[in-house]
């Protein structure tokens, strides 16, 4: 399975982008993906997930209400749309996947087994 990560760049504080991760493997559908972002100096930090079934969503505190996540599973491939955007949202983002992982573990990263390369977002003031 590989994870491919696109749509990251540089944008002004309020403006938005939309992050893509395209997924390779026949099972797409049965695995809640996630991303996450990791700042300078700082720890990589859950962002959002969805589920492989019903398609439920969970967010981090600091992009609810700004950021959704999303699926394609006829693309094989999962979205983070970011709106509102803030500087303190600069990092890169990491998509991640798990096959058929809980839901009470969709923040832990350790506990995802496939991962894409990143993509940087830069929000300037």
């Known amino acids: 399975v590989q994870l491919q990560a696109s749509g990251g760049g540089l944008v002004q504080a309020g403006g938005s982008l939309r992050l893509s991760c395209a997924v390779s493997?026949?099972?797409?559908?049965?695995?809640?993906m996630a991303w996450f972002r990791q700042a300078p100096g700082k720890e990589r930090e859950f962002v959002a997930a969805?589920?492989?079934?019903?398609?439920?969503?969970y967010l981090t505190d600091s992009v609810k209400g700004r950021f959704t996540i999303s699926r394609d599973n006829a693309k094989n491939t999962v979205y983070l749309q970011m709106n509102s955007l803030k500087t303190e949202d600069t990092a890169v983002y990491y998509c991640?996947?798990?096959?058929?992982?809980?839901?009470?573990?969709?923040?832990?990263?350790?506990?995802?087994?496939?991962w894409g390369q990143g993509t940087q977002v830069t929000v300037s003031s």
């Open positions: 969805i589920s492989w079934n019903y398609g439920s969503t």
């Open positions: 991640a996947a798990k096959p058929r992982l809980s839901s009470s573990y969709y923040s832990t990263q350790g506990r995802y087994e496939y």
């Open positions: 493997g026949r099972t797409f559908s049965s695995y809640p």
